[in-house]
């Protein structure tokens, strides 16, 4: 079993993400030791590209300021920032990038420096099932996670997707899943399919605010991320953000 799997089993957990290089590479390592040491059971760190095609304008900003900090953020910048988080948090990491950059990079190359750096799963959300193929032998080869995603709207391919799911299983937000307190039925009757069909976890992604909104998604969920929240205090708060994400995370931790 797989660390990325095995940090979501048999409890409810919060997953941070932040953008690396916002506002600056040099503050990418703070940030992740300080979401790790509030309790996250898992950070993603995405790698900054140019057309982040299935972000909000949130993250896509962010992904504008690190390109733009001075000295920019390449992906071996992120490589070499993660390695050095790895070696203080004891939590899994997951990046999240899109597949031209690993394409560029090289697929066997990629996956192999994910190993060195410590990174046990990547999340590609423009590679489709039927491309995964492309890269699944590297990525076992080296231990590492390629992470399914699903939304509501799947249908039948639903059932294609989490039998073949490692890590943990991503249901994205949609029109049918937003920031609500109540959860949707297409949304419990998603995860309840899932459920039938693997034992890998359930981690949702939504906007919510609040420590009740996350409480109530932690019914069904065996993990609960909100990617833009960690990204605006950066946003606000810049160079100086680490103890609020520090409190933030904590919050929601606590409230699972």
Do not use: W
């Not at 290089?21 to 300080?34: A, L, M, Q």
């Not at 990046?95 to 996956?111: A, D, H, Q, S």
């Not at 990547?122 to 491309?131: A, F, G, Q, W």
């Not at 520090?246 to 699972?256: G, L």
């Amino acid at each position: 079993m797989s660390r990325v799997k095995e940090a979501l089993l048999g409890k409810k957990s919060f997953i941070g993400f932040l953008t690396a290089g916002d506002p600056c590479i040099d503050k990418t390592e703070e940030f992740i030791v300080e979401i790790a040491r509030a309790g996250a059971a898992i950070v993603e760190v995405g790698i900054p590209f140019s057309d982040p095609i299935a972000e909000g304008p949130v993250v896509q900003e962010a992904n504008v300021r690190a390109l733009s900090a001075p000295g920019g953020c390449t992906t071996d910048m992120v490589f070499d920032v993660v390695e050095k988080a790895s070696k203080k948090i004891d939590v899994p990491l997951v990046l999240l990038t899109y597949l031209n950059p690993v394409y560029k990079y090289g697929y066997e190359r990629f996956f192999a420096r994910c190993k060195e750096a410590g990174v046990e799963g990547v999340i590609i959300p423009d590679l489709s099932y039927e491309e995964k193929g492309e890269l699944i032998d590297f990525a076992n080869k080296y231990d590492v996670d390629i992470i399914s995603l699903l939304s509501t709207n799947s249908g039948e391919r639903i059932k294609m997707i989490a039998a073949d799911a490692t890590g943990y299983i991503y249901i994205l937000p949609t029109a049918n899943n937003p920031s609500a307190n109540k959860l949707s039925g297409e949304l419990v009757e998603t995860v309840a399919r899932i459920r039938k069909i693997t034992d890998t976890p359930v981690v949702i992604e939504f906007g919510a605010n609040t420590p009740e909104q996350i409480a109530g998604y932690s019914e069904i969920a065996d993990g609960i991320i909100i990617e833009t929240r960690i990204v605006k205090l950066i946003e606000k708060y810049g160079a100086d953000a680490g103890s609020h994400i520090y409190d933030y995370v904590k919050k929601m931790v606590d409230s699972i």
